[in-house]
């Protein structure tokens, strides 16, 4: 399919035919066809057919006809979530702790970008909030609201969302410190970080991912059945809401606003101001489970999601996981399972609006609002996906960009996605390389001129993706 300038493949998986034009065949060329495996949804793959117009290399990935790329930052330490303000100016968090190998960088682990003759990379850049010497191992969470940059920030032993005045003069706060809106944040087991989305009255909608992977008496090990309740539930795996004009609140139970959300990290509204969030499934189900499940299902299941959020509503974890060869959530075997066939209690949980193959890891979500990108984007969702880890025997996965079509506030077909960026990785990997890739993309978002930025805490490195055409 050809959509304006770009080239569309569809590849339709699971015994069901492959359909390609001609003309697509000719202007995708050579270019490898994505990885997937037996039953990953179905997948639309954009490439890059004109990069030779481009003034670089897109920074070392491949884009749809009529986008480059230009390297906005690199090095700048683990860059997790990102936010552009009005006038330009870029912010991303950065992160250090037990996930990351290797010295820390010196000074604050928030990051001022600004480009000052608009070609596309940064020649400003300015660290500031509390440095490793203070404690402070950084975060993911980071937005912005009424002139102040909200951020995540703390160590192993205490979590907190602050915010900063910011000064467009200087591009860093005025005064200097911050102010603690929400402090007491979870912070241990598999999931500690707390990306946020911030709605136009100031409501900060937060993510406390699961302190574990399915709630198992002993996480992670062979056939631990599963708490029964979940107590976990009360303070982990869903979305919390705090309101961001005040400042001192304390995490609690009763702001949680969505539960059964595994891990959250991508979370965005869209151009109606709706509230979605990605989710990340649930790890092992052939290495906790070898009796009913075989090594291939373990590779392939469950779906990563794409979750339309409603207060009070419940996504499933731990009970739950959804199957994507099924395209439906099932009882998961720490709760009475069978290896897919049982959905009993799945059958009132709330499923997702979209879904991609097992283990990729969406870590960041955006809408696309603006005008310079063709029309076919217009309300559409672009998710960075950081990368497998866990998808032996066969390669890992991920390490893309996909974008996701919607029309009147849903996605076209929950099933289809269109791979829009990709080559972070530098090339194939192994069932064991997901620590070998170059470039693991993780933050997303928008840029007022209708840009988009993509960053990585592999490399350290941000991404500025604009339209150009043909």
């Not at 440095?131 to 160590?155: F, M, P, V, W």
């Not at 192993?156 to 200087?170: L, N």
């Not at 606003?257 to 709706?274: C, H, L, P, W």
Request: net charge neutral; charged share 15%; glycine share 14%.
């Amino acid at each position: 399919m050809i959509y304006g300038n770009k080239v569309v493949r569809t590849v339709h998986l699971g015994g069901r035919s492959l359909a390609f034009t001609a003309a697509a065949i000719a202007l995708i060329g050579c270019v490898k066809s994505e990885g997937t495996q037996s039953g990953d949804s179905t997948v639309a793959t954009s490439r890059n057919a004109g990069t030779t117009a481009c003034p670089s290399d897109n920074g070392g990935i491949t884009l749809p006809n009529g986008f480059c790329a230009t390297v906005f930052a690199d090095t700048i330490g683990h860059a997790r979530h990102i936010v552009v303000a009005p006038n330009g100016d870029v912010y991303v968090n950065t992160w250090s702790g037990p996930y990351y190998q290797g010295p820390t960088h010196s000074g604050g682990f928030l990051v001022a970008l600004r480009d000052t003759n608009n070609d596309g990379k940064a020649d400003i850049i300015k660290r500031f909030g509390p440095d490793a010497a203070h404690r402070n191992g950084g975060g993911t969470g980071i937005g912005l609201y009424k002139g102040a940059l909200y951020a995540e920030e703390g160590d192993t032993t205490a979590k907190r969302i602050v915010r900063y005045a910011i000064s467009s003069d200087s591009m860093t706060p005025t005064p200097a410190t911050s102010q603690v809106v929400v402090s007491g944040l979870p912070f241990n087991g598999d999931h500690p970080m707390h990306p946020f989305a911030i709605d136009a009255s100031g409501n900060i909608f937060m993510n406390v991912g699961s302190a574990t992977n399915s709630c198992q008496v002993k996480n992670r090990t062979l056939e631990s059945p599963g708490h029964k309740p979940c107590t976990e539930l009360q303070t982990r795996a869903g979305i919390w809401r705090y309101d961001g004009n005040k400042t001192n609140q304390r995490f609690s139970p009763a702001e949680r606003y969505a539960t059964g959300i595994r891990n959250a990290v991508g979370i965005a509204f869209d151009g109606s101001g709706q509230l979605h969030s990605t989710q990340h499934g649930r790890d092992q189900l052939y290495d906790n489970w070898p009796k009913l499940y075989t090594t291939d299902q373990g590779q392939n299941l469950p779906a990563e999601e794409l979750l339309n959020i409603e207060q009070g509503g419940d996504y499933g974890w731990p009970f739950c996981y959804f199957d994507n060869q099924q395209a439906k959530l099932v009882l998961a075997p720490e709760y009475g399972g069978d290896g897919g066939k049982a959905v009993g209690e799945c059958s009132t949980k709330k499923g997702p609006a979209a879904y991609f193959p097992a283990h990729w890891a969406p870590d960041g979500l955006a809408f696309y609002t603006g005008s310079q990108f063709p029309a076919h984007y217009k309300d559409g969702a672009f998710i960075a996906f950081h990368g497998s880890w866990n998808r032996a025997p066969g390669p890992q996965g991920g390490y893309n960009v996909v974008f996701v079509p919607f029309a009147g506030g849903k996605a076209v077909d929950p099933a289809k996605y269109e791979v829009f960026a990709d080559g972070f990785a530098g090339g194939p990997l192994g069932p064991d390389a997901n620590d070998k890739a170059a470039h693991r993309p993780t933050g997303i978002t928008q840029g007022p001129d209708g840009s988009l930025y993509i960053t990585d805490d592999k490399g350290g490195r941000v991404w500025k993706v604009t339209y150009k055409g043909t």
